[in-house]
């Protein structure tokens, strides 16, 4: 375990009481994120870690920590001994790993350890002059270089480092909390789900399916969802709640155009319900505003008005376009954009109604035996746990 990753997270969030609490949950997120990349060590200094691994898994895990919430930045360590020659001779490595010729660069030297007998401004240009020396196109910069050689005297050693990988930021998953997210198989929901890991809450997912008028496909689609969204965060419980009933009572017993919006009024109480019983505060959904014709604002309070608990719509100002971008980014796009029937698209009417009056969606309700439909859609939930490693048939049902 000769080599090295560098890994700072951000200190703004960092205030205070929350500190230990913060940092705990970043180092257990770092330790569940490199899983199968043993062995590997994690050493704790204020502000950043430093992680011991393998050089066959240095780059694995480094791609595996760009997707820590919580991680600023990444950089591979030299580790050198501290003997000035060999310091060089390291730096001079590093400018060739990243040399385009005629970049401009500069030597920035900590002395942790004030044993070592030069002092920090000596080391950094003694290692300048070095490198300027070594015949390779390249010149110093002290106030706008393209790259700084960082070294940083330490106890028993010295570490080099040029290169600085951005991490995602944001703040550790579990942090602040944990949501229930409204999961269909679209492409804006996961995209809410993975802004809210991105803020720190630990997400658990709830859909609804109709079987059998969706099938395998459109479930795989879900568990697939949940499969990237926990690739950024920790294992996700899926909750699949049976809706063909609901659906079925609705459509035959009340006016065609309110389908929508009934339908989704159910989904809220059965959401409110599921995270009253799983004692999660709020609700997740990827509504945005105007988006569809469910999405006006007078449907969204309308769907709003059954549910006591807070729903965050992360997507509310954001236009398809910005969510389709973001869901490339994080690799939910080509998943979403399967083609399977989701439960919603299923028995669309041709006009949904866009201004509700809630008088009416009330008296429409009152045509089916809501309150039974939903305690049996809650009865027969069907939950399991999804990890980014698990495979298709490998889920863990846990309930
Ligand atoms: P998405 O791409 O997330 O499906 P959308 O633009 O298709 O969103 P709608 O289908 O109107 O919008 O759904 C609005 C929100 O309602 C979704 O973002 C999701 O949070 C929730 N939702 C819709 N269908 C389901 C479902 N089958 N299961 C769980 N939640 C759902
Ligand atoms: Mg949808």
């Known amino acids: 375990m000769n080599n090295l990753l560098l890994v700072r997270y951000g200190e703004i969030a960092l205030k205070g009481k929350n500190r230990p609490f913060f940092e705990k949950k970043l180092l257990r997120n770092i330790q569940d994120a490199l899983q199968g990349l ?6 704790f200094q204020r502000g950043r870690y430093f992680i011991k691994i393998n050089a066959e898994n240095l780059l694995p895990a480094q ?21 000035l020659d060999e310091i060089c001779q390291n730096a001079l490595q590093l ?19 004030k044993k070592f007998p030069h002092p920090s401004p000596e080391v950094s240009s003694s290692v300048g002059a070095y490198l300027l020396k070594s015949g ?53 929901s996961p995209v809410a789900g993975w802004l809210a890991l991105k803020r720190g809450v630990e997400i658990e997912a709830l859909h609804f399916h109709s079987p059998p008028f969706t099938g395998d496909g459109a479930l795989n689609k879900v568990r697939d969802l949940c499969r990237t969204l926990s690739s950024y965060g920790r294992k996700i419980t899926l909750h699949l709640a049976p809706f063909t009933d609901i659906q079925k009572e609705l459509r035959l017993n009340c006016p065609e155009t309110m389908v929508i919006t009934l339908m989704r009024r159910a989904m809220f109480r059965i959401a409110e319900r599921l995270a009253v019983q799983r004692n999660i505060p709020v609700l997740y959904t990827g509504e945005s505003l105007g988006q569809v014709a469910s999405q006006t604002l007078e449907n969204i309070v309308a769907i709003n008005a059954v549910t006591n608990i807070p729903v965050l719509r992360p997507l509310i100002g954001f ?11 994080i690799n939910s796009y080509s998943v979403s954009i399967r083609p399977f029937e989701d439960c919603c698209t299923l028995f669309v009417p041709r006009h949904p109604v866009t ?17 039974e439909l939903i305690e049996y859609c809650l009865e027969n939930i069907e939950s399991r746990t999804i990890s980014s490693s698990s495979t298709g048939g490998q889920d863990n049902a846990n309930e």
Not at 145 to 158: F, G, L, N, S, W
Not at 319 to 329: C, G, P, Q
Not at 356 to 367: D, H
């Open 63 to 83: 791609r595996k920590l760009q997707r820590v919430f919580g991680i600023v930045s990444i950089s591979p360590v030299t580790r050198s001994n501290l003997d």
């Open 95 to 113: 400018i060739k790993d990243n040399y385009v010729p005629g970049m401009t660069f500069k030597v920035s030297t900590s002395r942790a350890n």
């Open 136 to 188: 390779l196109n390249i010149s110093v910069d002290v106030h706008h270089p393209e790259t700084i050689v960082h070294i940083d005297i330490r106890e028993k050693e010295a570490y080099l480092y040029s290169r600085v990988i951005n991490g995602l930021g944001g703040l550790p998953v579990g942090v602040t909390g944990r949501g229930l997210l409204l999961l269909s198989g679209g492409i804006d």
């Open 38 to 43: 043993e062995p590997f060590e994690v050493l």
């Open 319 to 329: 236009d398809k376009e910005e969510i389709i971008n973001i869901a490339r980014k």
């Open 355 to 371: 201004r509700p009056q809630l008088s009416e969606l009330e008296k429409a309700e009152k045509n089916i035996p809501l309150e």
